[in-house]
């Protein structure tokens, strides 16, 4: 099995920074892309960016030129720096990896989520 686990969430004031990071464990052979959605109160997920393996980005039109997503290999972790938050930003920040297992299998994985909270 892989775990996903999420840290970095907080409360920020409109226009502050926040890093999360997202750090993967387990039967890891290759992480494939590494993504990143939140899901503010009452709506639907909603996809904030991905990463490819290698270095490709894309974010969504929300959060172009805010955001930015990395990763590194070493440690099989991905980020999501956010700067000049919003209010419209709060949400639970959830991640998300394509990962080809040991066993040679390709699954989808999710962390358990962090909440992001901007005060205007």
């Known amino acids: 099995q892989v775990q996903l686990v999420e840290s970095g969430g907080g409360l920020v004031q409109s226009g502050g920074s926040l890093r999360l990071s997202c750090a993967a464990s387990g039967r890891i052979f290759t992480i494939h892309t590494m993504a990143w959605y939140r899901q503010a109160a009452g709506k639907q997920r909603e996809l904030v960016g991905i990463i490819s393996r290698g270095g490709t980005t894309n974010y969504a039109d929300a959060v172009k030129g805010r955001f930015t997503i990395t990763r590194t290999h070493a440690n099989n972790t991905g980020y999501l720096y956010m700067d000049s938050l919003k209010p419209e930003d709060t949400a639970v920040y959830y991640c998300?990896?394509?990962?080809?297992?040991?066993?040679?299998?390709?699954?989808?994985?999710w962390g358990q989520g962090t909440q992001v909270t901007v005060a205007s």
């Open positions: 998300n990896a394509e990962v080809t297992t040991t066993t040679l299998r390709r699954f989808d994985y």
